[in-house]
């Protein structure tokens, strides 16, 4: 052997630990970490072994740099598959508000093989599931079927609420609602949500940005998700109306005052009465805005996703707001409607006093003619 190669040796013998662990079954010594060489060669990684000596350079770059690599490769793997499967674990919900009525008898006539039976006497909505499969072929339960079926919860009110529907999909369902619905919109509202199931849960539901993960997600879920849902997709339409007639009685008040006056008619005045009275007994008694379901009264599970999603869609603050402007517009209407009365008292003052003054005008004459020779009238 040269000197060359046995230097190589004893410095290949100098880094190796001291102290090497045998293993129990062979009593051979094996070392814990690989060997290191100069950066102009690379071993290969074989483990608890020694790779020949060579004198030929390896053409690879260094070890722990391919290392480092790795580690960063695996991360950021790690980190797309993540997202990946978070969002494919979330089933898409919409809301739609798209007319003002629909008739859910003639909808429910139509769709009878698909309606899911409702399980409160109550219900004022109808459910219907749409599987690529006979649901009477299996017994298996929509928590297993969800990914294959789609489901639309629709309330009489206007309010559509569709879950685990693509985009290309939607148009389709939603001309299903407009045969049996009436009071077509100018522009449709639309809002969007998910859920996502683990069945691995703790508790029963958790919430989450722009989503809620429950246990499980069986037919209760869907109409309580659908009825929040519904529900504040139509309050939205109902605060725009109302948002309208704010704006409308501003460009009033700015008007009388620049000209101290104003030019409305009594007929546009009482249609605004009229609208502002109408929007607040919709919100009220067509949409139930307050009114609980019974499946959260006899629920807790149930109650817990209901109030989770009212606070989440701030449904209380929100109708606060709508009846604070409400009072604002019921202000401005009695406001008017006095300066009319005033402004028709005015005129029924005048037109007094001119029948007086004709009245005077005409006894004068009178006493003139009777005075001198010329004719009466």
């Known amino acids: 052997m040269g000197r060359w190669r046995a230097s190589l040796v004893l410095s290949h013998i100098a880094r190796i630990p001291k102290s090497i662990p045998r293993n129990p079954s062979t009593n051979v010594s094996c070392p814990l970490t690989p060997l290191h060489f100069s950066s102009a060669s690379k071993p290969t990684i074989q483990l608890f072994s020694f790779r020949p000596f060579s004198a030929v350079p ?5 070890y722990d740099n391919e290392l480092d690599y790795g580690i960063h490769n695996f991360r950021q793997n790690h980190v797309l598959e993540s997202k ?8 898409p919900v919409r809301a ?25 006497r109550s219900s004022n909505c109808i459910a219907l599931r749409f599987c690529n499969f006979p649901p009477e072929a299996t017994g298996i339960g929509v928590e297993q079927n969800v990914s294959c079926c789609h489901y639309m919860v629709v309330f009489p009110y206007g309010s559509a609420v569709l879950f685990n529907m693509e985009d290309h999909e939607v148009e389709s369902y939603l001309e299903i609602v407009r045969r049996h619905a009436s009071g077509f919109l100018s522009e449709m509202r639309k809002d969007d949500y998910a859920v996502k199931v683990k069945p691995l849960l703790v508790e029963d539901m958790q919430g ?22 519904g529900k504040s997709i139509a309050l939205d339409h109902f605060v725009s109306q109302v948002d309208g007639m704010v704006e409308e009685f501003a460009n009033i008040n700015r008007g009388m005052e620049k000209t101290g006056t ?33 499946i959260a009264w006899r629920d807790a599970k149930y109650a817990q996703i209901f109030e989770y999603l009212w606070e989440e869609y701030e449904v209380t603050q929100r109708f606060g707001n709508l009846d ?38 005409i006894s004068v004459y009178e006493i003139v003619c009777e005075s001198t020779t010329v004719p009466p009238i």
């Open 96 to 120: 739609y508000f798209l007319s003002t009525s629909i008739d859910l008898k003639s909808m429910q006539a139509e769709n009878s093989g698909n309606v899911v039976p409702p399980s409160s």
């Open 58 to 62: 390896s053409p690879y770059a260094d």
């Open 208 to 229: 989450g940005p722009d989503y809620i993960v429950l246990k499980n997600l069986d037919f209760d879920s869907i109409r309580i998700i659908g009825s929040v849902l």
């Open 324 to 361: 604070l402007k409400l009072k604002f517009v019921e202000h401005n209407i009695h406001f008017l409607q006095e300066v009319l009365q005033n402004r028709r008292s005015d005129l029924l003052e005048w037109c007094v006093i001119v029948l007086l003054s004709i009245e005077n005008v």
């Open 84 to 91: 990946e499967d978070e969002d494919m674990g979330k089933i």
């Open 262 to 294: 104003f030019t409305m008619d009594r007929k546009k005045l009482f249609q605004l009465v009229g609208k502002a009275n109408s929007n607040l007994a919709d919100v009220i008694l067509r949409v139930g805005l307050f009114e609980r379901s019974e």
